[in-house]
C-alpha cells in the first residue's frame, strides 16, 4: 500500500485510535523526520529559505487538506513551517493521518 495514492475517509465520531504498535508500524511508510507525540500526534518540521517559501508551503498542504477533508495544525515562521495531524474526532491517531503526512512529503517549493 502507498500510502501517498491512498484517499483519506471520513473519520467517524466513537472510531478507536491506533494502537502505540499499529502506530510504530504505519509510522515507517512516511520520512522518518516525522516524529510521534504520546502516540497521539505525528508532527515534522519544514525548513524554507525565507518566510515567503514557508508560507507558500502552507498553502499548498491547505489545499491538500481540503482535497482530503482532514486538516493540520500548522505553525507558520520566517523559513520554517511545523505540521501536525491527529484525529480530533477520534481523540488520537488514524490511517488519515498517515495519508496526510505521506501526501505533505511529496510537496516540493
Ligand atoms: C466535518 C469534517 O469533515 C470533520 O470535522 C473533519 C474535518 N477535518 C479533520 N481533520 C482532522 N485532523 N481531524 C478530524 O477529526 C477532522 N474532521
Not at 75 to 104: R, Y
Amino acid at each position: 500500500m502507498e500510502l501517498k495514492k491512498e484517499k483519506c475517509l471520513p473519520c467517524e465520531v466513537g472510531g478507536v485510535p491506533l494502537g502505540e504498535k499499529e502506530v510504530l508500524e504505519i509510522s515507517k511508510m512516511i520520512n522518518p523526520e516525522w516524529g510521534i507525540e504520546g502516540s497521539k500526534i505525528i508532527k515534522r518540521t519544514f525548513k524554507f529559505k525565507n518566510f515567503k517559501k514557508a508560507l507558500e508551503f502552507v498553502n499548498r498542504v491547505g489545499e491538500i487538506a481540503e482535497s482530503e477533508g482532514h486538516h493540520p495544525d500548522i505553525e507558520l515562521s520566517w523559513g520554517k513551517v511545523t505540521v501536525k495531524f491527529t484525529t480530533h474526532k477520534i481523540g488520537g491517531l488514524s490511517t488519515n493521518d498517515f495519508i496526510m503526512a505521506a501526501k505533505i512529503d511529496e510537496v516540493e517549493i
